[in-house]
């Protein structure tokens, strides 16, 4: 698939297209569930001193107000993304009242369902909408699923360094190369989106209480601590967070238009199952609606289109209109060997494998490679480490290992270009990382998890409490500049007025509201 990198790459020296490429953002959306001192899910509602959910950009809440989640800015500082995951990790830690941060994807000690606290952002509109929602979310899958946690890479690229590459690579003529570029993208990292999965997956087991009211759904061997022995990420399998109506969207990346009509007519289209949840019961809301998603936040792709809407846009809308302005990587478990949850090899390998998707060709991905792509990211996420465990590519069975390291070969001279762009040696390194796990699944984070769960006899509670101690020391005692820890307490309460005056604008009443907002005609 990417034999053709060296001479793509070899005639883009000679170019002045490698100019702009040091322009590319990162950004970094992670999620932490905060914990009470016995390891239970907190109870407590998001802490005042971190802001108002609703309106702070870095520190928000996602499903539940125990699910924190940090973002950090767009930058194109190579290092920035984990710099400032490092300052927000800290300021939140040394601003919580007796808890801590639960350092794995896989949740913590859950008690009964409806006792896990739905996020709260206010009385307007807006905020009680964001509010429904998860509601919703809650009513369909249940909340144990919404309390699992990830990390989300976003990644754009310099406009005009995309034209040029179009234009470049001879790519069909179209009046958007951007959004073309972007598709093209997503759909090569589809062909190869197991790899991050087994490289970086770090979610092998989970609490029993997850399944205390499903225990059918986890039919796997060690049900006293159920631990799969050779899954790298149950968070990306069946029962890890998903879409159960995948099946019923029909949703393509062909191309902007494609995807578009896709995730309109999953937005427009009442499921049965749902509807006969109820929308209503009296006065009282139970989900946004009935269709197939609710919104468009509700498609949980591995990898997603974005466009940043305006103030109550609906997103599919600004899609439609402008265009694909960055893309949403969804794969990463939490890396729980760091204190920030993020292992700063896997962005840079993303870095390399994003960048290889663009430069090779991309055509559109027909059914019966769809199942293929399917099936392979299946067996890896729950077999990964299976000795002699193969996948399917070209037309045949491939051992895992094999393909993996064919493919980690040939993005050797994109790692060494972004290297020699960037003045460091930070990808090769990564690059060589990743085939050593490859060459070595007990280097794989999924093994070591599975390694240290096992000297604490098997007990994952145990074991997650113990790194969720160590993380807490660290973070409690990070110092913060003065400049940065009033900087952020400042911004906290800049949040809380602007929360306050939202909420003081008038507003009209809910109901019509809602009409209004999801009028087919806004999509």
């Given at each position: ?10 005639d ?32 407590k ?32 500082g190579l ?86 590459i ?118 009282e ?28 846009e ?25 204190p920030?949850?993020?292992d ?22 027909l ?35 094999t ?86 307490t400042q ?33």
């Amino acid at each position: 698939m990417f034999e053709s990198l060296p001479n793509i790459v070899r005639d883009l020296k000679n170019t002045d297209c490698l100019d702009d490429l040091k322009k590319i953002r990162r950004g970094v959306e992670k999620e932490s569930l905060r914990i009470d001192e016995a390891g239970y899910l907190s109870q407590k509602p998001h802490p005042t001193a971190l802001g108002a959910a609703f309106t702070h950009d870095e520190i928000t809440t996602d499903f539940s107000e125990s699910l924190l989640e940090f973002i950090t800015a767009p930058s194109t500082g190579l290092h920035d993304a984990v710099a400032n995951l490092q300052r927000i990790h800290a300021f939140t830690v040394q601003h919580l009242d007796n808890e801590m941060l639960w350092p794995c994807s896989m949740p913590c000690v859950l008690t009964e369902d409806d006792e896990i606290p739905l996020a709260q952002y206010g009385q307007s509109n807006m905020a009680r909408l964001k509010h429904l929602y998860r509601k919703g979310l809650g009513l369909r899958y249940g909340r144990a699923m919404q309390t699992i946690a990830g990390v989300h890479y976003n990644i754009s690229y310099d406009a005009d360094f995309l034209k040029q590459i179009h234009h470049h690579l001879k790519r069909t003529p179209t009046p958007d190369p951007v959004t073309d570029c972007y598709f093209g993208i997503i759909r090569n990292y589809h062909r190869v989106g197991w790899l991050i999965p087994y490289l970086f997956g770090a979610s092998p087991n989970v609490c029993p209480s997850f399944f205390a009211h499903e225990p059918h759904r986890f039919p796997i061997e060690d049900k006293q601590y159920y631990a799969h022995p050779y899954a790298v990420s149950l968070r990306l399998s069946d029962i890890g967070y998903k879409n159960r109506t995948h099946d019923k969207m029909q949703i393509a990346y062909d191309d902007l238009k494609t995807y578009v009509s896709g995730l309109k007519q999953a937005l427009l289209t009442v499921d049965p199952e749902f509807e006969a949840l109820g929308v209503k019961q009296g006065e009282e809301w139970l989900q946004l609606n009935a269709h197939v998603l609710q919104i468009e936040a509700e498609f949980y792709g591995s990898i997603r289109p974005k466009r940043v809407p305006r103030p109550l846009e609906r997103t599919v809308h600004a899609l439609s209109e402008r265009g694909v302005e960055y893309i949403e990587v969804r794969t990463l478990d939490l890396y729980p060997f760091s204190p920030v949850g993020v292992d700063e090899r896997a962005l840079r390998f993303l870095d390399i494998l994003l960048f290889s998707c663009l430069l090779i060709d991309s055509p559109v991905i027909l059914q019966a490679e769809q199942k293929q792509i399917d099936e392979n990211l299946r067996k890896a996420v729950n077999e990964g480490r299976r000795p002699g465990i193969t996948l399917s590519a070209h037309e045949k069975e491939i051992p895992l290992a094999t393909l993996g390291q064919s493919i980690t070969q040939s993005l050797a001279c994109v790692a060494d270009l972004l290297d020699e762009i960037y003045q460091v040696h930070d990808f090769s390194a990564a690059l060589t990382e990743a085939q050593a796990r490859l060459n070595d699944p007990r280097l794989l984070p999924s093994y070591q998890l599975a390694s240290r769960m096992a000297a604490h006899g098997g007990n994952f509670f145990k074991m997650s409490m113990e790194i969720a101690h160590a993380h807490f020391d660290i973070l409690k005692t990070m110092r913060l500049a003065p400049e940065i820890m009033i900087k952020m307490t400042q911004q906290a309460a800049e949040s809380w007025r602007r929360a306050a005056a939202i909420e003081a604008l008038p507003a009209e009443p809910f109901d019509l509201f809602m009409k209004h907002y999801f009028d087919p005609k806004r999509l």
